[in-house]
């Protein structure tokens, strides 16, 4: 069975650094593409970054390039989103999710995080 | 980069009857090379993950109810839910990956 797991401090003041992990098992981590989404309260869902496998591409939303920086360890079945300067608008449910070609196959269950001094 | 637009942003169907969402991406999704439109749908229900429905516009994931119908091809997508049922309240959307990606703002279905 496949599981997503993300994880992560939930409440983290404007201006610090965060980084969320997503563990996975059950598929072939090492031949998925990983990305991160996200959903702001109220809003739809929003495309972050992707990293293809082997980590040989990344690509980022224009709205979090330079802010946001995904990375994966295979050897953990794991996918990163490191997140800089975060921002109360950065204040969303963020999951992990795990494309076999381009579209996403899995997701994860999500994890909260607000963004609040 | 590609804008999604879905119509309507929600709607109220009966039980039993027929909903459809609209899709419309600022630019083709139809790579030439394949013949493949590069559009998926999810259906997302509050509490829980996104599920992916259809994939390259009408191809039906595995385990998904035949009731639910993508077609469309180019710049104009639907997908049809037939014979509507109580557990299909969610909030669905589209996405397309065919240069990056990016989702269209989310269509919501209720019971009327």
């Known amino acids: 069975q496949v599981h997503l797991v993300e994880s992560g401090r939930g409440v983290v003041q404007p201006g610090r650094s965060l980084r969320l992990s997503c563990a996975a098992s059950g598929f072939n981590f090492t031949n998925h593409g990983l990305h991160w989404v996200r959903q702001a309260p109220g809003k739809g869902l929003e495309w972050l970054a992707v990293i293809s496998y082997e980590g040989i591409i990344e690509d980022y939303a224009d709205s979090v390039k330079g802010r946001f920086t995904i990375s994966r360890d295979d050897s953990k079945s794991t996918v990163y989103l490191q997140i800089n300067s975060v921002r109360p608008d950065d204040t969303a449910v963020y999951y992990c999710a795990a494309a076999g070609q381009y579209y996403f196959n899995y997701w994860g269950q999500g994890t909260l995080v607000t963004v609040s001094s | 980069d590609i804008v999604m637009t879905q119509s309507p942003d929600s709607l109220a169907v009966s039980l039993g009857e027929t909903a459809t969402i609209n899709c419309k991406s600022s630019q083709s999704l139809l790579y030439g090379s394949n013949n493949k439109n590069y559009l998926a749908w999810y259906q997302h229900k509050p509490g829980q993950s996104p599920r992916l429905l259809m994939y390259?516009?009408?191809t039906r994931e595995s385990g998904v109810p035949e009731r639910f119908t993508g077609s469309g091809s180019g710049t104009d997508f639907s997908l049809t839910i037939s014979s509507l049922q109580a557990e299909d309240v969610a909030v669905y959307y589209c996405?397309?990956?065919?240069?990056?990606?990016?989702f269209g703002q989310g269509t919501k279905l209720q019971i009327k």
């Open positions: 996405q397309q990956y065919y240069t990056s990606y990016t």
């Open positions: 390259w516009a009408s």
